[in-house]
């Protein structure tokens, strides 16, 4: 859910309410969810009658991103910028117009994090096939001998 913000930074909860019902999300915003598919991606359609600050029904982390994508030309599209509420809501201004809102989260470091794996996967491998292949040592007989 996407909602107008008032000017304490939060959206009163009669716009929570109402957005929820008939989609009517504050005074200049009107806002429905498109599709949400289970890749951590939010896509909502909304018309803004002027620009604005909102609030994603999200909690923030990093790693959240936000574009927005003109109805009418799909190949306009903004990069928003999405900063942390006093709830810990994602907050983010909107331009004037109707948008396709995408919101999209991607644990931060993912990338890495699987090149080290790979590193580390590889690593061990190669030490494994190292070891499997190694002659073990030989080792003489000891023997004992008793003291006469």
């Known amino acids: 859910m996407i909602v107008q913000n008032t000017a304490s930074g939060l959206p009163e909860a009669s716009s929570i309410a109402l957005c929820d019902v008939v989609g009517e999300c504050g005074p200049s915003l009107t806002s429905e969810p498109s599709r949400h598919p289970d890749n951590g991606t939010l896509v909502y359609n909304i018309i803004a009658s002027s620009a604005l600050s909102a609030s994603a029904n999200e909690t923030y982390f990093n790693g959240w991103t936000a574009r927005a994508c003109a109805m009418e030309q799909k190949n306009t599209c903004l990069s928003l910028d999405i900063a942390r509420g006093e709830a810990g809501q994602i907050l983010l201004d909107v331009p004037r117009g109707e948008w ?4 999209r989260y991607k ?5 890495l994090a699987w090149v080290m794996f790979s ?4 690593g061990t491998a190669a030490w494994a096939g190292f070891v499997g292949t190694r002659k073990p040592a030989s080792r003489g007989r000891v023997r004992n001998r008793v003291a006469q």
């Open 100 to 103: 396709e809102l995408t919101l």
């Open 107 to 111: 644990l931060p470091y993912l990338d």
């Open 119 to 122: 590193i580390g996967t590889v």
